[in-house]
C-alpha cells in the first residue's frame, strides 16, 4: 500500500545551458518509459502508454530530444 502523495509545486525536470553545452535532469523516469501491468484483475497502462493520464509524454520528451540536438531552442 504505497501512500500517494502530490507532487503539485514541485519541479519533476530541470534544463539549462552549461558552458557550450545543455543538461536536462529528470526526477522521475516512468514517463519516458512505456509501461503496463495487471493491478487488482484491470491493465494498467503507464508512462508513454497513458494517453488518458499523460498524454503529454511522448511531445515532452519529443521536445527536450530536439531541445538537446539543437533542433528547439
Known sequence: NTKI???E??????????????????GEA?????QITVYQGKTVN???NSKELAPDNLQLLLNIIHWLD????
Request: without cysteine.
Open 70 to 73: 539543437g533542433k528547439l531552442e
Open 30 to 34: 516512468a514517463m519516458f518509459s512505456a
Open 5 to 7: 502523495t502530490s507532487a
Open 9 to 26: 509545486g514541485w519541479s519533476q525536470l530541470s534544463f539549462k545551458t552549461y558552458g557550450t553545452g545543455k543538461v536536462v535532469v529528470s
Open 46 to 48: 503507464m508512462g508513454m
